[in-house]
């Protein structure tokens, strides 16, 4: 049984609980770290309360600038959305969060780590693959999967020994925070039909309903956002920033069922304004600056990477291939972004966010290509030919098998291509060798059955 044990410690009510079980249950001591993620709070109360709860060291890791850099802009540039619509932002803490309880781990000499993660949730999953791949000597400890403890139990447990905790058994809801987000679930949001009292939001509570739109603009820098309104700023900065223009216009709400990775479905509530505008402002700018085949083949691969990201992969082989990919296509992706907010006309006072303009030194859209004006430079006249080679697989395909065949056994009419079959003459558009205008081969019906021996076939010159 371990002896030191390294806890991802958040606070909250089953961590702190989770702290003093481990001490009078497995006689180990226990180090608490926590990890400042942007979720805000009061990190002297979070310190007192490890303490309180029998923490032997407590370490609070203020790890930002961090999660954004390493971790948030990678997610901006893969456009990552999981099942195209959550920006991850659970899973993407979860490997910064290892990052720093393997270190600690070493620092301390312990020979475990361990977390509050239920053994139905997402969590315990990113938590032991991630350590598994940074320190596999590591043992993993998770109580909180077999402790057998409700919610009422842990409040219980925790007056007990004179644990400080903020939850209450009239509080359903279970709250994960940081820069990149919010999420809530529990209560009464685990009834699909009902819709989400107004008391589970806080980034998003209208606050300009009936007020002025609003714009502003986003730069980029291979991918990255760098700077709002002009403005440098880091991105760990910048996207609370951006929380607080765009919340207040009610918009940046998920609500989904979504699938975990095991095997359930739950309905989750997400909070991320920042996030999703930010997503926004970078598929735009992707639109002007990256080559079509490109495009295409990311928009492609976004999917497989946000999943491998939300199943606990982050630090695995096909993941970092794609990180390479994305970062390869990233280059150009340079240029400005212009947002705008607009208040809600709708009871509930949500509004919306959309792009309203964006430009590039380096974009791959002309103008002078683009405009139907007199400015145009677009050469029509190679239009013809480019478009009839382009159709010619199609044309063979339809004449021979498709729509415009005469099929097995249909009796011809005649008439099929431009020319006469069987006259020797030569159709409209075709010379006497039965080329067509274009210089292709006329396209003879097929016969609709063998020709005898010794008989012109159909479509040949009698003789």
Same mark, same amino acid.
């Given at each position: ?398 004449? &021979? #098998? *498709?729509? +415009?065949?005469? /099929?097995? $056994?249909?009796? %011809?009419? @005649? &008439? #099929? *291509?431009? +020319?006469?079959? /069987?006259? $020797?003459?030569? %159709?409209? @558009?075709?010379?006497?060798? +039965?080329?067509?205008?274009? $210089? ?13 021996? $010794? ?9």
């Amino acid at each position: 049984m371990p002896k030191r044990i390294v806890l991802a410690y958040s606070g909250g009510l089953d961590t702190s609980v989770l702290v003093r079980w481990m001490t009078e249950e497995m006689g180990a001591e226990v180090v608490a770290l926590a990890v400042d993620l942007g979720q805000g709070g009061d990190w002297d109360a979070v310190r007192a309360r490890a303490v309180a709860a029998g923490a032997a060291e407590v370490e609070v890791v203020d790890a930002r600038n961090e999660f954004a850099s390493d971790f948030v802009a990678p997610a901006i540039r893969a456009n990552a959305l999981y099942e195209g619509k959550y920006p991850l932002i659970s899973s993407l803490s979860r490997p910064v969060i290892v990052r720093h309880l393997v270190d600690a781990a070493r620092r301390h000499g312990a020979d475990a780590i361990a977390h509050g993660c239920t053994g139905k949730g997402n969590d315990q999953v990113r938590f032991e693959v991630s350590t598994r791949a940074l320190a596999p000597d590591l043992d993993v400890v998770a109580p909180v999967r077999t402790w057998g403890f409700t919610r009422e139990d842990s409040i219980d447990y925790a007056r007990k020994w004179g644990i400080p905790v903020s939850a209450t058994k009239a509080n359903p809801y279970s709250v994960d925070q940081n820069l990149w987000g919010r999420t809530v679930e529990c209560g009464i949001l685990e009834d699909p039909w009902a819709r989400p009292p107004a008391d589970v939001y806080e980034l998003t509570v209208p606050r300009n309903a009936g007020g002025q739109p609003k714009e502003l603009i986003v730069t980029f820098e291979g991918g990255s956002p760098v700077a709002l309104d002009g403005q440098p700023m880091p991105l760990d900065e910048l996207v609370p920033a951006l929380d607080a223009v765009v919340g207040p216009f009610g918009w940046g709400r998920i609500d989904m069922i979504e699938n975990r990775r095991v095997g359930i479905k739950s309905r989750e509530i997400y909070e991320c304004p920042g996030a999703l505008a930010l997503l926004l402002a970078h598929a735009d700018l992707e639109s002007m600056t990256l080559e079509r085949d490109v495009a295409h083949e990311k928009s492609r691969l976004e999917p497989r990477w946000a999943e491998l990201v939300y199943d606990g992969l982050w630090f695995s082989p096909l993941k970092m291939a794609l990180d390479a990919f994305f970062a390869e296509t990233q280059r150009f992706v340079t240029g400005d972004v212009r947002l705008r907010c607009e208040p809600g006309t709708a009871p509930d006072g949500t509004g919306s966010c959309f792009v309203a303009g964006r430009r590039s030194a380096v974009a791959l859209y002309e103008h002078d290509l683009a405009t139907y004006t007199a400015a145009d430079r677009f050469r029509h006249q190679d239009a013809e030919g480019f478009v009839r080679i382009f159709g010619l697989g199609i044309e063979t395909w339809a004449t &021979k #098998q *498709g729509p +415009g065949s005469q /099929g097995p $056994g249909k009796q %011809g009419t @005649g &008439k #099929q *291509g431009t +020319g006469q079959p /069987g006259t $020797g003459e030569a %159709g409209p @558009g075709q010379d006497r060798a +039965g080329q067509g205008m274009a $210089g292709r081969p006329a396209v003879t019906p097929p016969s609709p059955a063998p020709a005898p021996p $010794g008989s012109p076939g159909l479509g040949e010159p009698a003789g």
